[in-house]
């Protein structure tokens, strides 16, 4: 460790607290011995966290750079600023604010900023690929707001474009929202932008999960068309977890006081100079082909999938996700999740749109190439990967012949990350 930085110091961890270092070590070694395949998930840099790690996580910073509720802000006003700085240089946005702790946070304080309780927003359906804070009647967006659903069309599994705007006419929402959890196509914001005009609403892009394809240049920007960008950044973005929201300057006020102190106290100081470490590493020729990869490598992956009989929602995907329908190998997403658990590969089942199945054993499976490319897999190990996945989603864990082939499974599993380390000096 360097001799100016006082920051993690594994050896103090295992001495203070032995069951939290075991934890610790656990989870990295799960993410060295196995494919980590959830959409939403990446690996951070040793630099990402190293700034997450630091004293900075001590400093309260109520307020922004420069207008502190607090004494001692001066050095911490530099990440922040610098942060800013670098999330409206990469993004061409007018204004930035890194304070969200999280994206479920950045949605909060985007409809705080724009609507009040009882208001109308229009959003996609979660079970069709939204999110919670899209609408859902568990979350403050579907108890608090009048929250109307737009879907994909069934024939295409693509955003109907006509309902949205029919649906925007009849009802009026001050809010628009486009941007999903899990739709592996690309949006037209154009045409949100459009309708949103069209009866006076505000456009909310939901970024969070292909923030890092825009930063990489490998997907067309919302910045230009939306209002407001509300995002996560530790997706293909790959920095700490964490929220952002981009902005329009006519709206930069409004979202900075929907964010501190209307939704939020404290900002998390090490996180933001986490995101601005991530950011950094985002404005690199590095980056832009590492994402243009993983477009590449989910598209491997969705086709490797095909190839072994399930199928692609909407036949495939633009980005770093796909959504898989196991109906036609008579597995459910559960199983699947399961299966591919014991066989050390990590992914999550998922609802497809017009899921007959209940959300808890839906009929899909959700698998996504962020954490897969930043280890350095192309299109061989993608196909590779399609084949093992295949495999174990095929394998009846409740048969003995179906645990031996799960750990075979494994074992190939881990032949093939020990040729591409996560966290590996
Ligand atoms: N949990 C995130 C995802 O996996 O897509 C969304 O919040």
């Not at 154009?190 to 949103?196: L, M, S």
């Not at 329009?248 to 939704?263: L, M, S, W």
């Not at 470490?277 to 690199?284: F, R």
């Not at 839906?362 to 962020?370: E, H, M, N, Q």
């Amino acid at each position: 460790m360097s001799a100016d930085f006082w920051g993690p110091d594994f050896d103090e961890l295992r001495a203070t607290d032995p069951e939290i270092a075991g934890v610790v070590l656990g989870e990295l070694q799960r993410l060295r011995g196995g494919l980590q395949l959830i959409a939403s998930e990446n690996l951070t840099s040793p630099a990402v966290l190293a700034a997450l790690g630091s004293t900075l996580s001590n400093k309260y910073a109520e307020g922004y750079p420069g207008r502190r509720y607090y004494g001692g802000c001066q050095v911490v006003d530099a990440a922040e600023e610098i942060g800013n700085a670098r999330a409206r240089e990469l993004f061409g946005a007018e204004h930035a604010n890194l304070q969200p702790h999280s994206g479920a946070s950045a949605n909060f304080a985007v409809y705080a900023a724009f609507a009040r309780p009882g208001d109308t927003v229009l959003a996609m359906d979660l079970k069709q690929g939204g999110h919670l804070t899209h609408g859902s009647k568990v979350s403050f967006s579907g108890k608090w707001f009048d929250a109307v659903s737009y879907t994909v069309r069934e024939d295409t599994e693509l955003i109907d474009y006509d309902q949205v705007r029919d649906l925007a006419k009849q009802h009026q929402p001050k809010i628009i929202i486009c941007g999903a959890t899990a739709y592996p196509r690309l949006i037209d914001f154009p045409v949100f932008r459009e309708i949103a005009d069209e009866v006076g609403a505000i456009l909310m892009v939901d970024a969070a999960h292909f923030i890092g394809l825009v930063a990489g240049k490998a997907i067309p920007s919302p910045v230009p068309h939306a209002d407001v960008v509300a995002s996560t950044t530790h997706k293909v973005l790959r920095g700490p977890r964490g929220g952002m929201i981009l902005c329009r300057e006519q709206h930069a006020a409004a979202i900075d006081k929907a964010v501190f102190p209307f939704t939020q106290g404290g900002p998390m100081m090490h996180a933001i100079a986490a995101k601005a470490v991530a950011l950094k590493e985002a404005s690199t020729a590095a980056y832009q082909a590492y994402a243009a990869q993983v477009v590449t490598n989910a598209g491997a992956l969705a086709k490797s999938l095909e190839d072994e009989g399930m199928r692609a929602v909407s036949g495939g995907t633009d980005t770093h996700l796909a959504l898989l329908d196991l109906r036609p190998i008579g597995v459910t997403g559960a199983q699947a999740e399961a299966r591919c658990d014991l066989a050390r590969v990590t992914l999550n089942k998922n609802s497809i749109p017009y899921d007959p199945a209940p959300p808890l054993r839906p009929s899909g499976i959700r698998v996504g190439s962020p954490s897969t490319t930043t280890q350095g897999m192309g299109e061989p190990e993608m196909a590779e990967v399609g084949r093992l996945v295949a495999r174990a989603v095929k394998a009846d864990h409740e048969s003995d012949a179906g645990r031996a082939e799960l750990a075979e499974v494994a074992e190939q599993v881990g032949e093939l990350v020990s040729r591409f380390p996560a966290y590996r000096r």
